[in-house]
C-alpha cells in the first residue's frame, strides 16, 4: 500500500490494513486516528485536573505506580474471561458489543479501525479501575492522575498493538519477541499470551507459549468459539456482520493448500 492511498485513506474514512502499511504510514495513521486524539486529549483534561487539585508527589507517584501495577493485571483479566468468554455473544444486547470490542479483531486482525476499542467501552473502563485506586491513595489529585496514566497506558498498548500486526520487522529484539508471542494469540492458539507489551501475567497464570511447537493450533483461533454452530444458536453478531463467522481471514488459505 502506498503512502498516499493511506493518506486518502485518512481524508475518506476507509480502514488500514495494517498487512500492508509499514512503519511510517503507521505513525501517520495512529497520530492522525480519531480515538488517539480523543486519548490526547483527556490525558491533558486529567493532568491538568491533577495540577489544579494536587494530591502532592508523593501520593501523586504512588498513584502513577499503581496503576503501572495493576493495568497489565486488569486487562489480562478482562481480555481473557470478558473479551475471550462466550456470555456476551449469547445474549441478543451484548452480542453487538462483544463483536465490536473483540470478535472483529480477530475475524481480521490487521484492520486498524477495529483494533482499537471503541471509547465509549474503553474509557469507563480505564475510568472505573483506575479512579478509585487513585482517589483512595490522594483523593481527586490523585484519581486525576490515576485515570491519566491509564489513559497514557493505553495509547503505549495501542501503538505496541498495533506494532504486532504491521507489515514490519522491529530493529529491537525484545520488541520482536513481544510482536512474536502476539501473533502466536492471533494465528495458532487464541487461549494463551492474553498480554501486548509484556507477558509476565501470562507466566502467572500458565497462559504464556514461545512457539507453535509448544500446542496444538487451535481451530477457533479466528472465530473465539463463534462458529457455525455457534451462529446457529446465538445468531445475533452473525445478523450484525451479516455473514457467517469465518474460521480464516480473507485471503487466507486452508492449511495444505498454500503455494
Given at each position: ?9 485518512l ?13 511510517q504510514?503507521?505513525w ?9 486524539l ?18 502532592g508527589w508523593?501520593?501523586?507517584?504512588v498513584?502513577?505506580?499503581a496503576?503501572m501495577a495493576?493495568?497489565p493485571?486488569a486487562?489480562?483479566l ?20 462483544w ?14 479501525d477495529?483494533?482499537?476499542?471503541a ?13 478509585p485506586i487513585?482517589?483512595l491513595?490522594?483523593?481527586v ?5 490515576a ?13 505496541f ?6 507489515n514490519?520487522?522491529p ?13 502466536l ?10 498480554g501486548?507489551?509484556s ?7 500458565g ?41 480464516r ?11
Open positions: 500500500m502506498s503512502g498516499t492511498l493511506n493518506n486518502a485513506s481524508k475518506t474514512g476507509r480502514s488500514f490494513d495494517l498487512g500492508k502499511m509499514n512503519l504510514q503507521l501517520v495513521a495512529y497520530l492522525t486516528y480519531p480515538t488517539i480523543l486519548y490526547f486529549a483527556l490525558i491533558i483534561v486529567s493532568f491538568g485536573i491533577a495540577a489544579r487539585y494536587f494530591a508523593g501520593p501523586t507517584l498513584a502513577v505506580v496503576v495493576v493495568y493485571l486487562w489480562y478482562l481480555h481473557r474471561y470478558v473479551l475471550h468468554g462466550h456470555l456476551l455473544y449469547k445474549n441478543r444486547w451484548t452480542a453487538s458489543l463483536k465490536r470490542i473483540h470478535f472483529d479483531h480477530h475475524q481480521d486482525p490487521h484492520l486498524l477495529v483494533l482499537f476499542g471509547p465509549v467501552t474503553t474509557l469507563p473502563t480505564i475510568i472505573a479501575i483506575t479512579g487513585g482517589y491513595i490522594g483523593g489529585g490523585a484519581a486525576a492522575t485515570i491519566g496514566t491509564g489513559i497514557t497506558i493505553t495509547c503505549i498498548y495501542e501503538f498493538h498495533c506494532i504486532q500486526h504491521l514490519y520487522k530493529r529491537a529484539g525484545w520488541i520482536q519477541r513481544m510482536k512474536a508471542r502476539h501473533v494469540h492471533h494465528f495458532h492458539d487464541e487461549d494463551g499470551n492474553f501486548i507489551t507477558f509476565v501475567i501470562d507466566r502467572m497464570f497462559s504464556y507459549y514461545v512457539d507453535a511447537k509448544a500446542r496444538p493450533r487451535s481451530p477457533t483461533v479466528f472465530n473465539l468459539g463463534y462458529d457455525l454452530q455457534q451462529a446457529a444458536l446465538y445468531p445475533w453478531v452473525m445478523r450484525c456482520t451479516g455473514a457467517p463467522p469465518r474460521d481471514p480473507d485471503g487466507a488459505r486452508p492449511e495444505g493448500k498454500r503455494a
